[in-house]
């Protein structure tokens, strides 16, 4: 029955051309687009290479030190006394109003003596702020990208590797120029394969590094993992490697144990910072040590407030309503070209009710029909999404972001497509298995 169901349905799309083309052009277009939507927030918050533990990741990108300050005001109390005359009186109140402060990235000392030792902490990483370097080669000048970190960088943070190895722990200790570079940055650096860069030498400013390692372009725009080259953290600046500070040029990355124990670790930097001593040279009172998660950190740098969960409200909660419309628009103009397109099947509907078909088999027959019509829309919004998704990276069109189309995602898709058939002809299908055998034959 179903094979006879797929036959009609295929030769019911072939008796209406035009309104065939309307329904595929809407969904393959609105499906195009929901898959490339979800393409880039796979990219910017999925859990991809080499943040595959995003979801149990606490970044430190800043230490706060700061001073409150307060207003003081008078609240002025009369009373009557037994004289008749009356007395006023005021009491102060305090209240803070504001303080003064100052961010930057901490600096290596400062993590290296005082965040080592938190609990519920699978591993941690130092390291530099993404900066950029000025590289050498045949009279070239290429600005690339470095980050300055310790070994157990490669620990939190689970690169690809193309080819050859990361740097290792001796590396580090004995400050050797070793560099590892991702796949793209050596290509076009050295103008061979990634493959051959290897054990080649890597000119930095006046130094030179030998390349051990070529890792895969990750798919995320994250200063955290964005860089063209990564070097030893012992290879930075020596001033910079050894100031004293509580400021400076490094930033810290914790993995949980597990998934619930994010809160753990932030909880513990909290906790930290308030119990700290400061330094008496120092000009502030206070020390902060704001932990936030990966979305926390993307809401906060697109909206203006310092509270991370308010910023993630403001930020996606319209992105969710204007994705529901986009989809629902749509969805609804798909509704009436189905009714428009059943009712012109009354009678066909009545002859074969008159022969014995109920109606469950009138309703099955409508939905597989625009199933059908949906998957055929939903493959051409399919092919469409992968030629532009394949067009955008190779361009780098946004940048360092690069889209993804991963079997998770095309899984997803699928029932996606399944859910717009399923929704889009329901309605329609049941009302015409309502439809009234003499109303339709007259």
């Known amino acids: 029955m179903i094979k006879n169901y797929l036959t009609l349905a295929l030769k019911v799309l072939r008796r209406k051309p035009f309104y065939t083309f309307i329904s595929l052009f809407g969904i393959s277009f609105t499906l195009m687009i929901l898959m490339l939507i979800t393409s880039m ?71 290296d003596n005082n965040l080592r030792n938190l609990e519920d902490v699978e591993s941690y990483t130092f390291f530099s702020n993404s900066g950029s370097t000025d590289a050498y080669l045949d009279g070239r000048k290429v600005s690339l990208a470095t980050i300055h970190a310790d070994a157990s960088y490669w620990e939190v943070f689970d690169f690809s590797f193309v080819t050859g190895l990361p740097y290792t722990v001796d590396d580090v200790i004995g400050a050797n120029k070793v560099a590892v570079m991702t796949e793209r940055s050596a290509e076009e650096y050295f103008g061979v394969a990634a493959e051959q860069a290897i054990g080649r030498e890597l000119e930095l400013g006046d130094e030179r590094f030998r390349v051990t390692g070529i890792m895969e372009r990750p798919l995320m725009d994250n200063s955290t993992i964005s860089a063209d080259v990564i070097l030893p953290i012992t290879t930075i600046d020596q001033k910079k490697y050894d100031n004293r500070e509580l400021g400076g040029d490094f930033v810290a990355v914790f993995k949980a144990t597990t998934p619930s124990k994010k809160e753990s670790v932030i909880r513990q930097l909290d906790f930290y910072a308030e119990n700290f001593n400061m330094p008496p040279e120092q000009e502030f009172e206070n020390l902060g040590l704001p932990g936030r998660t990966h979305l926390q950190l993307f809401a906060l740098d697109l909206v203006y407030t310092e509270e991370p969960q ?108 399944a859910l717009f058939g399923l929704l889009s002809g329901l309605l329609p299908a049941y009302r015409m298995s309502r439809t009234n055998i003499s109303n339709s034959l007259r």
């Open 41 to 111: 927030g796979d990219a910017m918050f999925g859990a991809n290479k080499p943040m595959t533990d995003i979801d149990r990741m606490v970044f430190l990108e800043t230490v706060e030190r700061y001073t409150p300050y307060y207003d003081t005001t008078y609240v002025i109390d009369s009373v009557l006394l037994d004289s008749g005359m009356t007395r006023y009186d005021s009491t102060p109140n305090i209240e803070s109003s504001g303080r003064m402060t100052n961010q930057s990235p901490g600096s290596y000392h400062f993590m």
């Open 310 to 417: 308010q910023a993630i409200y403001i930020l996606f909660i319209p992105l969710l309503i204007m994705i529901l419309l986009f989809v629902a628009l749509p969805l609804i103009n798909l509704v009436n070209l189905n009714i428009s397109r059943i009712f012109e099947r009354k009678s066909e509907i009545a002859v074969r009710k008159a022969f014995g078909a109920d109606s469950r088999d009138i309703l099955s027959q409508f939905i597989l029909e625009n199933l059908v019509l949906t998957f055929i829309g939903g493959t051409v919004g399919l092919v469409l999404a992968y030629l532009v998704i394949q067009y955008v990276n190779a361009n780098d069109l946004l940048g360092r972001v690069q889209l993804s189309f991963s079997p998770k995602l095309f899984f997803y898709f699928l029932l996606l497509i």
